[in-house]
């Protein structure tokens, strides 16, 4: 599959609603109308007097409220829209306010205030700021790290995106599977989905990527989760790589419920960054004593002071024991080891993987009843679909 292949069906990409509280200014106009020339945002709009019905029809993202000052009457226009759309986040667009009125606003937890008229680029600035920290509480993003070449990190993050996507089918959000390792793009490669954008334009001048963009990137898989992969591997050492990277990931995690990075070995200028901001961290290795070695390493950069409280947890990939044969490395020893860090056993299954992936397939088309497979997918529940709320 190739997204440059204009006969290639595209996944609709869901707009952010952006509800409009018009309270009877002339400049109600002309917001709505900055917002509608953005182009990547449902507008509604509603007089103070509509908004009640509103709240049962749509469930916006944003909430752009128009006012002249700020008086006993707004401040209760506020407290209803509190009312009816919860924590949703408001921007409040109004002619220049004294400290005092600002502050108001602040109590009312208001996301943001705009003097007018209102400049495009502000406007655009504080409505995606504002999505992007309302779904920091309900998009969750799920780290996969290889801690060494050939450990099957890139494998585990394909099967995990199709396990929740399977799990997820009937919720509204969807599942995305994000590849980082621009120099294989190896979950492309394992699902047989080339990806043919070139990503040098935007390399070049990383603020043009929005959500209408990472739309317009990625392919959909047949089970429904979407994929981004490209094999780039110019872009590793582009200057601008570290932006790159994380305006990607701030775009495309905007649109999905939950998504799985899956992040190379290598050490990057830009991983610290990412894993402070992901909500939970899985580390791929193998039973061997260099991979453990290496995994060690990198658990001991990961601390909370660096990357919070969130769940960090160790797969050990390709476990081969048998029933009258123990592991090479005592389950005592790892604990020693990993300490307080839990680590799971993924059993080895070379004969349905090796064939998936020359088939370009997800285990799950192949092998339902896979032990990996299996194994898989009940860390998914305990370790990602379970993972707390404020890690």
Same mark, same amino acid.
């Given at each position: ?34 917002? %509608? ?33 700020? +008086? ?77 070449? +050939?450990?099957?990190? $890139? ?27 621009? $120099? ?52 590793? $050492? ?111 299954? $070379? ?34 679909? %379970? ?5």
């Amino acid at each position: 599959m190739n997204i440059a292949d204009p006969d290639m069906p595209r996944a609709p990409h869901r707009k952010h609603h952006v509800l409009l509280v018009d309270t009877g200014q002339d400049s109600a106009a002309h917001v709505a109308q900055v917002i %509608a020339e953005m182009g990547q945002f449902a507008l509604d709009r509603a007089t103070q007097d509509e908004v009640h019905r509103k709240a049962v029809q749509i469930v916006p993202d944003m909430i752009i409220l128009d006012i002249s000052k700020v +008086g006993s009457h707004e401040m209760e226009v506020i407290s209803g829209l509190r009312a009816n759309f919860g924590e949703t986040p408001i921007v409040v667009v109004s002619e220049a306010l004294e400290e005092a009125d600002v502050r108001k606003l602040l109590k009312q937890k208001v996301h943001d205030w705009l003097k007018k008229p209102v400049v495009p680029g502000d406007l655009l600035s504080s409505i995606e700021s504002g999505i992007r920290s309302s779904k920091q509480n309900t998009n969750r993003v799920h780290a996969v790290i290889s801690a060494v070449g +050939g450990a099957g990190a $890139t494998t585990v993050a394909v099967n995990l995106a199709d396990i929740l996507s399977q799990r997820k089918k009937t919720d509204a959000g969807s599942i995305g599977l994000f590849d980082l390792d621009f $120099t294989t793009g190896g979950c492309g490669a394992l699902l047989n989905m080339s990806n043919g954008v070139s990503l040098h334009s935007v390399a070049s001048n990383p603020g043009r990527i929005d959500s209408e963009f990472v739309s317009l990137i990625q392919q959909r898989h047949e089970h429904g989760f979407a994929v981004y992969s490209f094999k780039r591997p110019e872009l590793v $050492t582009h200057l601008n790589c570290y932006e790159l990277v994380l305006r990607l990931l701030d775009a495309v995690t905007m649109q999905q419920a939950h998504t799985i990075l899956d992040i190379p070995y290598y050490e990057t200028d830009w991983r610290a960054d990412l894993l402070a901001a992901v909500n939970s961290i899985t580390l791929v290795t193998d039973l061997s004593l260099p991979s453990i070695k290496h995994t060690l390493d990198i658990l001991h950069t990961m601390e909370p002071a660096k990357i919070g409280k969130k769940p960090v947890n160790v797969l050990i990939n390709k476990d081969s024991h048998g029933l009258f044969s123990g592991r090479r490395i005592k389950e005592a020893k790892l604990r020693e080891l990993f300490g307080a860090v839990p680590f799971h056993f993924l059993p080895a299954d $070379t004969t349905n993987i090796a064939e998936a992936m020359d088939r370009g397939l997800c285990l799950s088309d192949l092998s339902s009843s896979s032990k990996f497979l299996k194994a898989l997918t009940k860390y998914a529940k305990t370790a990602i679909l %379970a993972e707390p709320v404020d890690a």
